[in-house]
Structures are given as C-alpha cells and as structure tokens.
C-alpha cells in the first residue's frame, strides 16, 4: 500500500432533537466531544484532525482543550456535507478523509488507522466502516441500532434499522443464541474524491425510507468495506445512551 494522507474530521452540530447539546455533556468529567477528540488524536495516521462546528460553544471547548477547528453553516443536510465543507473551507488535499463522530465517546486511534489501512489497501472499496458483533439480544430489534449484513469479503450488502438476517424458521427469541448479527459503528473513511460525489447526489429512496445515508452510496455502486471489530462503542443519541456511556467509562477509567 503507498503511503496515503489521511485527515479526521469530527462533525459537531450543537442542536440534537433528542439530546440537546449533547457534545457538552459531562461524561465523567469531560465533556462528551473532548473524549472524542482526545481517542481520535491518539491516531498514528491522521496528518490532521479538525472539528466542525456550527456553535460558539463548541468553539470554546476547542479552545481549552487545544483543538483545530473550522466554523460551519447551521444549516447543513448531514454529517458528510459539513466534513466535505470543512474539507474545503480549509483549502487542503488528503487521499483518505474520516468521518469521525462527534458523539462517539470511545472512539480509538487504532480503530481509526485500521480503517484507513484497509481502506488504502482495497482497489474495490469506496468508503470502510466500523462493525460490530451484537452480544446484546435486544439491539437485534431495537430500531436506532442499524444492522447491516455483508459479502463474503466484508463489503456491506445492506444496512437496516430492521433485523437482518430476518430468521424465517425460529422464534426470535432464540434467533441471538443461534445466528450472529452485526450493528453499524457511523464511523467512515472516504476516499476524498468518493466523498465530493456522494455529497453531490440526490437522496436515494432507501435512504429517504430508512433515514440512513450509507443507503445512497449503495444504491448509487459504491462499495462499502465493513470492518469489524470488538471494542465496545456507545454513540450517544438519548439519555440512556449517556447514562450507559457514564457506568462505561467508570469501568474504562477505574484501574484493573
């Protein structure tokens, strides 16, 4: 694989209708962003990590803490379309550019650099992500877990807020004990040029369906490396996510 220039965007948006200012919550003494960024500059490949903010607020947390970032309209569609106006904005060139979520707490440099790698390694692959086994039966059903199932060579052949696999000849209550499914991690590595023509397209009528963005790229061609992994990441969208991020990262935190 040549050597590829990689930079992290972080995408941080003040309003969330279901979690208001959730990048400024306290999470055990840091605000949830600050251990985003902190996990995301352990990288060994990014040459760049830059956070994109709507908010003053935000703003001033980058401050403190010593982080790069670029002011974004408000009023931009997604996550993709700010990191792609940040991209420009800062008049810079990179081969490999990151989505990294701003409410991804436990986020690591290593899983970073591990989808950069395998994403510079694939001739085929437009976009890679972060997978993950489902060990708890419930996400199974639970719609704001996206599940996805993949080829025989880990590119994704859907995404879903339904159960996929749908197990036609068991009970569900038995399908966890009998069948593996994977949820969706929305951290991505685009190839830069990927990122500019996926933000160009119209919404996809999958993607309007199932309210999740990934749908376009796989309507539109574009192959999406899934990679897997075990560490045990919490986005945080409601309040329970935060409380369950909070008992996480006391255990995180606590010494073995």
């Not at 969330?16 to 919550?25: H, M």
């Not at 600050?34 to 401050?63: F, H, M, P």
């Not at 719609?143 to 025989?152: L, T, Y």
């Amino acid at each position: 694989m040549n050597l590829l220039k990689a930079i992290g965007i972080i995408p941080a948006r003040y309003e969330s209708t279901r979690l208001p200012g959730k990048l400024l919550l306290d999470l055990e003494g840091k605000p949830v962003l600050q251990w985003v960024w902190e996990g995301a500059s352990e990288s060994q490949l990014l040459s760049r990590l830059i956070i994109a903010t709507d908010s003053e607020k935000i703003a001033d947390l980058c401050r403190a803490i010593g982080a790069e970032f670029v002011y974004t309209p408000k009023d931009i569609a997604s996550g993709s379309d700010r990191i792609l106006y940040a991209y420009d904005m800062l008049n810079i060139s990179a081969d490999i550019i990151v989505n990294i979520q701003g409410d991804e707490p436990f986020v690591k440099g290593a899983l970073i650099d591990k989808l950069i790698r395998e994403l510079g390694s694939s001739s085929a692959a437009a976009v890679s992500t972060l997978i993950k086994k489902i060990d708890n039966e419930e996400e199974i059903f639970e719609p704001s877990v996206v599940k996805v199932v993949f080829d025989s060579v880990g590119f994704a052949l859907y995404f879903s807020r339904s159960s996929i696999p749908f197990v036609r000849d068991e009970a569900n209550e038995n399908w966890g004990r009998t069948h593996c499914f994977y949820k969706h991690i929305g951290i991505y590595a685009f190839k830069s040029d990927v990122l500019r023509s996926f933000t160009s397209l119209p919404q996809s009528n999958l993607e309007k369906i199932e309210k999740l963005e990934q749908l376009r790229l796989l309507q539109n061609g574009y192959k999406i490396l899934c990679v897997e992994t075990d560490e045990n990441l919490i986005g945080i969208d409601t309040i329970e996510d935060l409380n369950k991020a909070r008992a996480f990262a006391k255990n995180f935190l606590s010494p073995v």
